[in-house]
């Protein structure tokens, strides 16, 4: 498992790389301007926001470390923690936010600015999708691929057929915050089963994990353009603390679902 999705962020982030330095992205259209930080006249137009999206990929790669431990296969034999092939799969979407964040940030291109929202898709999708699966006792397969593919596009028609709203600046953020909520919702109804044998997740890996995100969130509603928090030109931007913090929630996420246990 770590082999498979360490080949995966060498060539992700590779082809990140190779498509902002080329131009494959298209021209710069200002896409992520908002985010405060001024942009560079090189490849890397935003490289503090762009270079701190390696945290995506370090908490996938740390996801896949965990998951592959031996200690882990005597929880799963007992059906609890999360299932091998489900972290493997998670773990490649954290690393999948990594360069797809970055397409943004480094180009400001429209099709960056669109790489950039499937790829917080991805992994909104399937905190949902593992959610809703076992709320329903079908964790098969096919179910899996079918509601997580569903509400993959409901956010990208969110996205794509919305526009801009306050605070949130457009659908497509609303989108990805709807179905986080979604989310905590079925994991808090799942919770309240615990005692009928449903796995409970860890609560402080939970905790931390809504934390993370919850502070984040904070920090990038001040970090944009015209706020007090902005300095275009430093190399401490506000956004890309959001990217960190970001990643230590998926990181945090994906621990409550390996902890999970039979109450």
Not at 17 to 29: I, K, R, Y
Not at 41 to 53: E, I, K, L, R, Y
Not at 141 to 169: N, S, W
Not at 173 to 198: D, I, P, Q, W
């Amino acid at each position: 498992m770590v082999i498979a999705v360490a080949v995966w962020a060498v060539f992700a982030c590779g082809a990140f790389v190779a498509a902002a330095m080329n131009g494959w992205l298209g021209p710069d259209a200002g896409v992520g301007t908002g985010f405060c930080e001024a942009a560079r006249d090189c490849w890397m137009a935003q490289p503090a926001n762009t270079v701190s999206n390696l945290g995506f990929v370090l908490a996938g790669l740390a996801i896949a470390w965990h998951a592959a431990r031996p200690a882990r296969e005597s929880e799963r034999a007992r059906g609890e923690g999360m299932p091998r092939g489900l972290a493997a799969a998670y773990a490649g979407l954290v690393v999948t936010l990594g360069p797809g964040s970055a397409a943004m940030h480094a180009t400001q291109s429209r099709i960056g600015g669109d790489i950039d929202l499937t790829s917080m898709f991805l992994v909104s999708a399937f905190a949902a999708t593992y959610a809703a699966v076992r709320l329903l006792g079908r964790r098969d397969a096919r179910t899996v691929t079918r509601i997580f593919l569903a509400v993959l596009l409901a956010q990208e028609v969110a996205y794509f057929r919305g526009g801009e709203i306050p605070l949130l600046m457009h659908t497509g953020n609303a989108a990805f915050v709807v179905t986080l909520a979604a989310a905590l919702a079925m994991e808090t109804v799942l919770a309240g089963r615990a005692g009928a044998g449903e796995p409970l997740l860890d609560r402080r890996w939970l905790l931390a994990a809504g934390g993370l995100i919850a502070l984040a969130f904070a920090i990038w509603t001040q970090a944009k353009t015209g706020s007090r928090w902005c300095h275009p030109h430093s190399l401490v931007q506000g956004h890309a603390i959001w990217h960190l913090l970001c990643a230590g929630s998926a990181y945090a996420l994906y621990r409550a679902y390996a902890a999970a246990a039979r109450a």
